[in-house]
């Protein structure tokens, strides 16, 4: 199976810090997603990587920026942090034929 | 604009009766479609998958039925048990993008 891995559980920082968020995959699948959960709207999609350096806009990235150096890594990137960035984030890995892999969740608090 | 959704907030079933789980969308563009079991605090975990060539597929207690005139897809749980209990999202992928759009989600309880 694949394991998808994202560097913290639970998280909280300060409105304006720089947050990094990690996640490591390790079946060499090509696209790696991250996407957040919240309350009656579901699991969206804010970046998407389909190959090392590429990425491409989800439906949500405003407020957020992605980097993919390598092909196990993609990390979800808030440039200054606000309270309606806190949310559960969720990582994926897949495939060309694969499904999605998800990873255990961040829960991110900001305050 | 939402893509797929998931009409159906949440949902009560009895345990050993029969779960119904619907999802529409609007993208005529996905060629693949999944649903997914998500408990609190943790990633959600693949159920069963049916491209878009296929009208039905099978897996253990889990069904998943497609209508592509009507933009429809369904799960079904049978026999429904308490460990069924918990959030189900449907999802639809583009083709040639691989990108997966998710719907609401609907929370599934299975009462004992």
């Known amino acids: 199976d694949v394991k998808v891995t994202q560097s913290s559980r639970y998280l909280v920082k300060r409105t304006g810090e720089k947050v990094f968020l990690e996640c490591v995959q390790d079946m060499d699948h090509e696209n790696m997603f991250w996407y957040r959960q919240d309350p009656g709207l579901g699991l969206r999609l804010i970046y998407f990587s389909y190959d090392v350096k590429m990425k491409e806009k989800g439906d949500i990235p405003e407020g957020y920026s992605v980097s993919r150096e390598k092909k196990e890594r993609f990390s979800l990137i808030l440039e200054s942090a606000s309270t309606n960035q806190t949310s559960m984030y969720l990582c994926?890995?897949?495939?060309?034929?694969?499904?999605?892999?998800f990873g255990q969740g961040t829960r991110l608090t900001v305050v | 604009d939402q893509q797929v959704k998931q009409n159906s907030p949440s949902l009560s079933v009895q345990e050993g009766r029969i779960s119904i789980l619907n999802c529409d969308y609007t993208?005529?563009?996905?060629?693949?479609f999944l649903w997914y079991k998500k408990y609190p605090a943790e990633g959600p975990t693949f159920l069963i998958s049916i491209s878009s060539i296929k009208d039905k597929n099978e897996d253990g207690r889990f069904t998943v039925f497609l209508n592509k005139s009507a933009k429809h897809l369904s799960l079904h749980i049978v026999p429904s048990q308490p460990g069924d209990s918990a959030v189900y999202f449907c999802a639809g992928r583009t083709s040639g993008t691989y990108k997966y759009i998710f719907g609401t989600g609907t929370r599934l309880k299975v009462l004992a």
């Open positions: 994926a890995a897949s495939g060309a034929n694969t499904e999605a892999f």
């Open positions: 993208n005529s563009m996905f060629d693949y």
